[in-house]
C-alpha cells in the first residue's frame, strides 16, 4: 500500500531553475532607463531644433524653477514606494507658504518662521499617517481629507495674497551662485538637492528605506517577516508631508508671496513627476534619482514648448498627460511579462 | 483498521534520542473561539528539538488555526503555551520569531521586488555607522544560503527564481534569525518532485541540528516520508498524538475524517441508484485528459445524463478545482472538453452556462447566495444572466418561476421577498440550487452543497439530487462525507493530492472502507 512516490508526477522540465538572460538589465531598473531615453530624445530634439538650447543656463533654470517640484516628488516617492499616495501635498505647499506670509507680516524672524512652515507639513503628514495607518483609511481618501483641509485653512490664513518683504527670503530669493555664462544655482535648488541626497541615503541605506520597499513589495510579507510596518507607514507620510513643508518654504522664496491658491494641481504635477520617473505606482520599484529625472522631464517639455512659442501653455499638459500614459502602460507591460 | 494505535503516553518518549529532551515547544489545552464557533477546544502539541512534526487534519480541522495560536497572530482563549520551559503568550510573528519560532508559509511571504540577499536579511542587514553595508550583507546572505546548500545569486532578485527556491530562501531567512522551531505550513502545494526532494534534504540537514520542525501538509506520502511524529487534528479537537512508523495510512485517514458519519443513516432509505441504460447515449460532458497545472492533473471523467458521479478525496484533493474546470471557473492548458459530442473551450463560467452546465459553489456566502436580496431577486439572478442584462424578465414570469422553486425544493419561509441572507443554511442552498434550476441545465456541479446544514435538510437535498437524475439531469456531487457520495452516486471518481486516482462504480457491496482504502492506497493496488 505504501508507494516511495512523493508527489504525483508533473511534466518533466519544470523543475529546471529560471534563468535570466546575462544581457537583460536588471528588472529593477527598466523603468528608470525608459525615462533616461525619454530625456535623451527631448535633450536631442531640443538641441537640434533650437539654438541655446543645450545650455547650462537652460539647464540651470530647469533645476531652479522647480526646486520646490524637486522637493515634492522625492517626498511623494517615498509614499508611491509604499504604494500609497499623497494628494494633500499641493495643500499643503499653499498652506506652508501663506503661513510664512502671515507670521512675517505680523512681525515674525525667519528664523521661526522658515522652521514653522516646515513643520506644518510635518504635523499633517502624521495626521495622515496616523489616519492611514491607526485607522485603516485608503490613502487616496486620508490625503483627500488633508488637502481640503489644508486647502481651506489657507483661506483662514490669507484671504489674499500677501506679499513677503521679509529680507532673509528676499536675500534667498535673489542670491544666484556661479559662473557669468549662466550656470548658476540659487539657494533652493541647493536645498533641493541637499534633499535629494539626503533621500538617496535614507531609502538605499537604512533599514527603514528598505523596509519602505518591502512594505511596497509585499505590506502582508513584510509584516510576517516582523519588520516596523506601522512606524515605516506612518513615517512615509511624515516625510511627504515635511518635504511638502519645505515646498512650500521654496515656493515662497520663489514667488516672494503666500496666495492661498498657490499649488493647485501641484500633487499631480508630483506623482506625473514620479511615475515618469519610473516608479511603480503600486509600489515596491522605484528611485528618487528616477523621481529627480522626472521631474527634470516635466521642466524640458515646459521650456522646449516655451521655445517654440507658438504653442500655447496648455500643449505642456497634453504632453505631460501622453507621456504619462505610455509610461503607466510601460510599466504595466514590465509587470506583466515578468508574471 | 480494528484497533486504534496506541497513542504516545506523554511521559513515554517517542524516540528515545530526541525526547531525552524536554520538549522545545509544548502546547496544552490551547482552546480559541471565534464569533459563533469554537475553532480549537482543548488541543495539545508538543514539539521535540531534532524532530519532524507532522499536523495532519482536512481543511478546516484548526491546523492553521493551531499554527496561528502559537506563533500569536491569534489570541488563546484557553491552555497554555510553554516554550523552552517558560510559559509564553505571544502578540505577533515578530514576537514569536525573536523566541526562535519562525514560520514559512505557503504562498511565500517575502518580497518578491527585493533581491534574495535583502530577502534573507531584512531587518538583520550587517550595517555600519548606522547605514547598509550591502557587500557585507551579501556575503552574510551567502553563508546562511551555503548552509542549506543553496547557490543562487545573493544579488538576484528573488522574483527570478523557482518558487521552490523561493520557499527555500524563505526557510533561509528563519535560520537567519537562529530559529530553534520551523513551521512549514503547506511548503510543497506548489513545488514539483524533484523541489520536493530539494526542501526535504534542508528539513533533514535541519533536523540533524536539532531544529524543531513542524510540518503541514496534505500529501500524505510526503507526511509519511518526512515526519517522526504526528498530530491528528478533526474539528477543532485533538484525536491524538502518534508516531508516524505506528500509524498505517489507512488509520491516518480515518482518524482525519472521523467516523460520526452514521448520523444520516437513520435518515431515509438510500434513493434508488439504477444506472441508467446507457445504450448509445454518449456523455454529456466527456473530459479528456483535461488538466491544470498547480490546480489539478489531466483526468479523464465522462458524465452521463441521468447519471450521478461523485468526486471522493479529503479536502485540498483537487475535487473543487475539477468542478471548476468542468464550468470553466478556470480555465484548463491541457486536454479537451466534449459537451454532448462537441470539442468545447469553456473560458468563462458565461460560456459553461450557455451549454447548459451550472456550478453552485462549496462557499455558499461568498461565491453563491447575495445576502442582501430576497429570495426572489437571488432565484431570478441565473435566468437573468442568461438572458442577458438588457433584457429584463417580466415580472409575472419571475414570479412564477420563484413560485414553482419555492414550493417544489420547500423553501422555507415561502416568502419570496424574504432577505435570503437571514435564512437558516439548508434553505440559502435551497434557494442556490432553485436559481440554478431555473436555467434547465443539463449537467448540475454541486460542490458540498451540504456543508454545515442541519440533517433534515441534508436529506430533503440529496433526496432532490437523486430526482434530478431521475429526470435525466446530469449530477457532479461533491461532498466530504463519504456516506453521503455513497448513498448518491451512480460512480464515484476518487481523488488524491490534486490528481484522480481512481474510479468506482458504485453497488451494494461498495463501502465507505473502499474508498478509504482507494485514498490510502493512492490506486496503486485497488
Not at chain 1, 533650437?50 to 530647469?62: C, P, W
Not at chain 2, 520551559?85 to 521586488?113: H, K, M, W
Not at chain 2, 556575503?139 to 523557482?162: F, G, V
Amino acid at each position: 500500500m505504501a508507494t516511495d512516490q512523493l508527489t504525483p508526477t508533473r511534466p518533466a522540465g519544470t523543475a529546471t531553475a529560471q534563468k535570466t538572460p546575462r544581457w537583460r538589465l536588471d528588472a529593477r531598473y527598466q523603468p528608470v532607463l525608459g525615462t533616461v531615453v525619454v530625456l535623451a530624445v527631448m535633450l536631442a530634439v531640443g538641441g537640434s531644433r533650437y539654438e541655446n538650447f543645450l545650455t547650462g543656463r537652460v539647464m540651470a533654470n530647469i533645476l531652479i524653477n522647480n526646486s520646490f517640484l524637486v522637493v515634492l516628488a522625492v517626498g511623494m516617492t517615498f509614499v508611491i514606494l509604499t504604494g500609497g499616495i499623497d494628494l494633500s501635498v499641493g495643500a499643503v505647499v499653499a498652506l506652508s507658504g501663506c503661513i510664512s506670509a502671515w507670521m512675517f507680516t505680523h512681525g515674525w524672524s525667519a528664523g521661526i518662521t522658515i522652521p514653522v512652515c516646515v513643520l506644518v507639513g510635518t504635523l499633517i503628514g502624521l495626521i495622515v499617517g496616523v489616519m492611514v495607518h491607526v485607522f485603516e483609511i485608503q490613502p487616496f481618501i486620508a490625503t483627500l481629507a488633508a488637502m481640503f483641509l489644508a486647502r481651506g485653512l489657507c483661506y483662514l490664513v490669507a484671504p489674499e495674497s500677501i506679499p513677503i518683504t521679509d529680507p532673509t527670503i528676499v536675500k534667498l530669493s535673489q542670491t544666484r551662485w556661479g559662473t557669468d555664462d549662466g550656470l548658476v544655482i540659487t539657494p533652493s535648488g541647493v536645498i533641493a538637492l541637499a534633499v535629494v541626497a539626503v533621500a538617496f541615503v535614507v531609502l538605499h541605506y537604512t533599514r527603514f528605506g528598505r523596509t519602505v520597499y518591502a512594505i511596497g513589495g509585499s505590506e502582508q510579507s513584510a509584516r510576517l517577516m516582523g519588520l516596523p510596518v506601522a512606524r515605516t507607514k506612518v513615517l512615509v507620510y511624515v516625510i511627504s508631508g515635511t518635504c511638502a513643508g519645505l515646498g512650500g518654504l521654496l515656493f515662497a522664496i520663489f514667488s516672494r508671496s503666500g496666495y492661498s491658491l498657490t499649488g493647485v494641481g501641484m500633487e499631480l504635477d508630483a506623482i506625473a513627476a514620479v511615475v515618469i520617473g519610473g516608479t511603480l505606482l503600486t509600489g515596491g520599484s522605484g528611485f528618487v534619482l528616477g523621481s529627480v529625472l522626472g521631474v527634470v522631464v516635466l521642466g524640458l517639455i515646459q521650456t522646449i514648448i516655451t521655445f517654440q512659442g507658438t504653442l500655447s501653455s496648455w500643449w505642456t499638459k497634453i504632453v505631460i498627460g501622453a507621456l504619462l500614459l505610455v509610461f503607466v502602460v510601460l510599466q504595466r507591460l514590465l509587470v506583466l511579462r515578468r508574471r | 483498521m480494528t484497533t486504534s494505535p496506541s497513542a504516545i503516553p506523554a511521559d513515554q518518549p517517542a524516540q528515545p534520542a530526541a525526547s531525552d529532551r524536554p520538549p522545545v515547544v509544548a502546547m496544552t489545552g490551547i482552546t480559541v473561539t471565534f464569533p459563533g464557533v469554537k475553532a480549537l477546544d482543548g488541543v495539545d502539541l508538543r514539539l521535540f528539538p531534532g524532530e519532524v512534526h507532522a499536523l495532519m487534519g482536512e481543511n478546516g480541522a484548526g491546523k492553521s488555526t493551531l499554527i496561528k495560536a502559537l506563533t500569536g497572530v491569534y489570541s488563546i482563549d484557553a491552555g497554555t503555551i510553554v516554550v523552552d520551559g517558560t510559559e509564553r503568550t505571544f502578540t505577533g510573528p515578530a514576537q514569536a520569531q525573536l523566541a526562535g519560532i519562525s514560520t514559512v508559509y505557503q504562498e511565500v511571504n517575502l518580497c518578491d521586488n527585493l533581491s534574495v540577499a535583502e530577502n534573507v536579511m531584512l531587518g538583520h542587514e550587517v550595517r555600519r555607522a548606522g547605514l547598509v553595508d550591502f557587500r557585507a550583507t551579501r556575503r552574510a546572505a551567502r553563508e546562511h544560503l551555503k548552509a542549506l546548500n543553496l547557490d543562487i545569486d545573493p544579488a538576484s532578485t528573488l522574483s527570478s527564481h523557482s518558487l521552490a527556491v523561493q520557499q527555500l530562501v524563505a526557510i533561509c531567512r528563519a535560520m537567519v534569525v537562529d530559529a530553534r522551531v520551523v513551521i512549514l505550513d503547506e511548503p510543497t502545494s506548489s513545488l514539483d518532485v524533484d523541489e520536493v526532494e530539494r526542501l526535504f534534504a534542508v528539513v533533514r540537514d535541519l533536523r540533524s541540528r536539532g531544529v524543531a520542525i513542524l510540518f503541514v501538509s496534505h500529501f500524505l506520502e510526503q507526511v509519511y516520508a518526512i515526519s517522526d511524529r504526528m498530530t491528528v487534528l478533526r474539528n477543532g479537537t485533538l484525536v491524538g498524538e502518534y508516531r508516524t512508523a505506528d500509524l498505517p495510512r489507512v488509520e491516518l485517514v480515518q482518524k482525519m475524517i472521523g467516523r460520526s458519519l452514521e448520523v444520516l443513516e437513520q435518515l431515509e432509505e438510500a434513493p434508488k441508484r439504477v444506472v441508467a441504460e446507457r445504450g448509445d447515449v454518449q456523455p454529456y460532458v466527456q473530459a479528456i485528459g483535461l488538466g491544470r497545472k498547480g490546480s489539478i492533473e489531466p483526468f479523464d471523467l465522462d458524465v452521463y445524463p441521468g447519471e450521478v458521479v461523485g468526486l471522493a478525496g479529503l479536502l485540498g484533493s483537487g475535487r473543487t478545482e475539477l468542478a471548476r474546470l468542468l464550468y470553466g471557473a478556470d480555465r484548463s492548458d491541457v486536454g479537451e472538453l466534449r459537451v454532448d459530442g462537441q470539442p468545447t473551450k469553456l473560458r468563462t463560467p458565461r460560456s459553461a452556462l450557455a451549454r447548459r452546465i451550472v456550478y453552485s459553489s462549496e462557499s455558499r456566502k461568498t461565491e453563491g447566495i447575495i445576502g442582501d436580496l430576497t429570495v426572489r431577486e437571488n432565484i431570478v439572478l441565473g435566468l437573468q444572466a442568461e438572458r442577458g442584462w438588457l433584457r429584463r424578465i417580466p415580472q409575472r414570469k419571475a414570479d412564477e418561476v420563484v413560485a414553482q422553486y419555492v414550493e417544489q425544493l420547500g423553501i422555507r419561509p415561502a416568502n419570496p421577498d424574504a432577505i435570503a441572507g437571514n435564512l437558516s443554511g439548508g434553505n440559502q442552498q435551497k434557494v442556490l440550487l432553485a436559481r440554478w434550476l431555473a436555467t434547465q441545465p443539463k449537467l448540475l456541479l454541486l460542490d458540498e452543497p451540504t456543508r454545515g446544514i442541519d440533517v433534515g435538510a441534508k436529506a430533503e437535498i440529496q433526496r432532490l439530487v437523486a430526482e434530478l437524475a431521475e429526470q435525466g439531469m446530469a449530477v457532479v456531487f461533491i461532498s466530504a462525507e463519504l456516506e453521503e457520495v455513497l448513498r448518491l452516486s451512480h460512480r464515484i471518481a476518487v481523488l488524491r493530492d490534486r490528481r484522480k486516482i481512481g474510479e468506482l462504480t458504485n453497488g451494494d457491496d461498495v463501502t465507505t472502507d473502499d474508498v478509504v482504502d482507494l485514498i490510502a492506497s493512492g490506486g496503486q493496488d485497488a
